[in-house]
């Protein structure tokens, strides 16, 4: 009977075992495949969307990269609304900071254009989610350097706004609404 149930035990152990053995070898094959579409992804090649349906957010997260180097917006916009509250803190800071980025990359493509009306509110965008990535992440370098840019960009487009520029007409911004830091003593 202790032998039966002896044999019974490590018959459990060796099914446990290898159900492990097999389950981390399924991991380790998933990271690989899925590391493989990032590769893919970072070379400039697109990869299919059925693929995708059981991808981890990072996968979806190098595609709306992807998007965006390619100036696939709406595409962008679309994955990464999809994937916004996934992961991590910082894996949603991420998201955030890369929406940021394509929002902020639309709105200096119409300033160039002098399509001003159309870049106000993209940056307006790209400033809100470059605040949420630092508030999920508050030691976000990028994010704070590229809100930094996108402040200085709604200034100076404002500024260029401004119909008649003669001296009678101008308005006194405060120095608050200057591109740049303050110079002098107070």
Same mark, same amino acid.
């Given at each position: 009977?202790?032998?039966?149930?002896?044999?019974?035990?490590?018959?459990?152990?060796?099914?446990?075992?290898?159900?492990?053995?097999?389950?981390?070898?399924?991991?380790?094959?998933?990271?690989?495949?899925?590391?493989?579409?990032?590769?893919?992804?970072?070379?400039?090649?697109?990869?299919?969307?059925?693929?995708?349906?059981?991808?981890?957010?990072?996968?979806?997260? =190098?595609?709306?990269?992807?998007?965006?180097? *390619?100036?696939? %917006?709406?595409? #962008? @916009? /679309?994955?990464? !609304?999809?994937?916004? &509250?996934a992961g991590d803190r910082a894996l949603?800071?991420?998201?955030?900071?890369?929406?940021?980025?394509?929002?902020?990359?639309?709105?200096?493509?119409?300033?160039?254009?002098?399509?001003?009306?159309? =870049?106000?509110?993209?940056?307006?965008?790209? *400033?809100?989610? %470059?605040?949420? #990535? @630092? /508030?999920?992440? !508050?030691?976000?370098? &990028?994010?704070?350097?590229?809100?930094?840019?996108?402040?200085?960009?709604?200034?100076e487009m404002d500024r260029v706004n401004?119909?008649?520029?003669?001296?009678?007409?101008?308005?006194?911004?405060?120095?608050?609404?200057?591109?740049?830091?303050?110079?002098?003593?107070?």
């Amino acid at each position: 009977m202790t032998r039966t149930l002896r044999n019974a035990a490590l018959w459990g152990v060796l099914a446990a075992s290898s159900f492990a053995v097999f389950y981390e070898l399924w991991a380790l094959y998933r990271i690989d495949r899925e590391n493989a579409w990032m590769e893919q992804l970072a070379s400039g090649h697109d990869i299919d969307i059925g693929k995708l349906v059981s991808a981890k957010p990072e996968v979806r997260l =190098a595609r709306a990269v992807y998007f965006k180097s *390619k100036h696939r %917006y709406d595409e #962008a @916009l /679309a994955t990464l !609304s999809l994937i916004m &509250d996934a992961g991590d803190r910082a894996l949603q800071a991420k998201i955030r900071y890369n929406l940021g980025n394509v929002y902020l990359e639309q709105a200096v493509e119409q300033a160039e254009a002098k399509n001003f009306n159309e =870049a106000l509110p993209l940056a307006g965008l790209a *400033k809100q989610a %470059y605040r949420q #990535a @630092l /508030a999920l992440d !508050s030691r976000f370098w &990028d994010a704070k350097y590229n809100l930094e840019v996108a402040m200085r960009l709604l200034p100076e487009m404002d500024r260029v706004n401004i119909k008649d520029d003669s001296p009678d007409n101008r308005k006194s911004q405060p120095w608050t609404t200057v591109p740049g830091f303050p110079r002098g003593l107070p």
